[in-house]
């Protein structure tokens, strides 16, 4: 089974640039999630995504971030302009919808992104 | 203070040590997940758990749901096993999509 694919998986921009991210979930995932991880920190949720519907996205910074999932399969995340502070690694992770709250999530490899 | 707690932090040992990983969580759960982050970025789901304990090879993970703490053990440790070993929760709260809340994760580096 192919897993999470995530493109591209490093990228380096100035500030006031814009970047985007693409994301190919597991075959057949209905739910899609976005998350930011800083160096040291664990990940945090930017946006959760259920078929092509926002689930969650009280943690996405919406002045400059933005993410789809038009089709309800693969989503683009982008960033425009960027700052210093967004210099992360972005993964990407897709689970099946089941009832009962134990949805394992995979994860992509994840896109390092570096803001000079 | 935050929802889920790893320690330690950081950690050395030598190649064929016994190494235990601990995670506390302050909120009601419905699962447990331990995760592997290579350098790079990318993220291995190791064990899901909602109770008892799981073996995979030479990794066992443990949770005590009244104690609201989990451990991820490696036995016979060697240098591939380095990398950063994060807890994640998923809160009972939020339902059947409830996000993860994550650990920072603890970095593990073993010598030959």
């Known amino acids: 089974e192919a897993g999470v694919a995530q493109s591209p998986r490093y990228k380096i921009i100035e500030k006031r640039q814009s970047v985007a991210f693409w994301c190919n979930p597991i075959s057949g995932h209905a739910t899609l999630y976005w998350y930011q991880q800083i160096l040291g920190q664990g990940p945090k949720l930017l946006i959760q995504?259920?078929?092509?519907?926002?689930?969650?996205d009280s943690q996405l910074p919406k002045d400059r971030f933005s993410a789809e999932r038009l089709k309800g399969v693969d989503s683009t995340l982008k960033i425009q302009p960027a700052k210093l502070e967004d210099s992360a690694v972005y993964l990407c992770a897709s689970s099946l919808f089941l009832a009962g709250g134990r949805n394992e999530q995979f994860f992509g490899p994840g896109t390092r992104l570096t803001v000079l | 203070k935050n929802e889920v707690e790893q320690s330690p932090q950081n950690l050395t040992a030598q190649e064929g040590e016994f190494i235990t990983i601990n995670c506390s969580y302050s909120?009601?759960?419905?699962?447990l997940h331990w995760l592997q982050q290579h350098p790079g970025g990318g993220i291995v789901s190791l064990f899901m758990l909602s109770s008892g304990k799981k073996k995979h090879g030479r990794l066992i993970a443990t949770i005590n749901i009244q104690e609201k703490h989990s451990s991820l053990h490696i036995t016979a440790s060697h240098p591939r096993d380095s990398a950063v070993y994060i807890c994640?929760?998923?809160?009972?709260?939020?339902?059947?999509?409830?996000?993860?809340?994550f650990g920072k994760g603890t970095k593990l580096s073993v010598k030959p």
């Open positions: 995504f259920q078929n092509n519907g926002v689930v969650d």
């Open positions: 909120v009601g759960i419905s699962a």
């Open positions: 994640a929760v998923r809160s009972r709260d939020g339902g059947s999509q409830g996000n993860l809340i």
